[in-house]
């Protein structure tokens, strides 16, 4: 669920801002709090069109990106170890995992301790399939932060930690 603030209208032009400050800010907010507010949203809507455009390119649903995703950034995993990192039901996850495995984007290996269980893991292909597509994402961040003076990196850092923690928080974990 999007939760809109009244922060203005969201323009689909990259880096573009309202004309005037939004309203709805806390009474107390510094005056660009809500240009924050705004590009922090923006930021959302961007990721998830982002989002939708790969999962086409990928031929892979959502759950499955999500499931594709947490596989190549965590590691193979068994499925009910991904059903409750992904906060999911053993159910669904298997649907998925199964649906990956069909498609040819994901495997399931024996585990290596316990014969009874088996390991879900990325096929050999999918790492450098994906990369092409989110390389150029990866390197346009990579540049913008390299032209912040180290002190900025630091202070949009700890704010983009802060964030984080704000939503944590609001999830209950």
Do not use: C
Not at 16 to 36: K, L, M, R
Not at 51 to 63: I, N, T
Not at 156 to 161: E, M, N, Q
């Amino acid at each position: 669920m999007d939760v809109k603030p009244n922060v203005g209208t969201p323009t689909d032009t990259p880096g573009e801002t309202p004309a005037e400050a939004p309203s709805g800010a806390p009474s107390g907010a510094p005056a660009d709090d809500g240009a924050i507010r705004e590009q922090l949203r923006n930021l959302t809507l961007r990721q998830q069109r982002f989002e939708r455009h790969l999962s086409r390119r990928l031929r892979v649903d959502a759950a499955g990106l999500a499931v594709m995703d947490h596989l190549v950034n965590v590691g193979p995993t068994t499925p009910t170890d991904l059903a409750r990192r992904l906060d999911a039901s053993t159910a669904a996850t298997t649907l998925v995992i199964d649906r990956l495995v069909a498609a040819g984007h994901a495997r399931r290996e024996p585990h290596p301790t316990d014969r009874r269980k088996v390991i879900v893991a990325p096929a050999e292909h999918w790492e450098a399939m994906a990369y092409e597509h989110v390389a150029p994402v990866i390197q346009g961040v990579t540049e913008a932060a390299a032209d912040l003076s180290p002190q900025d990196r630091a202070v949009v850092a700890a704010f983009l930690r802060r964030v984080v923690g704000v939503y944590d928080g609001a999830t209950g974990r």
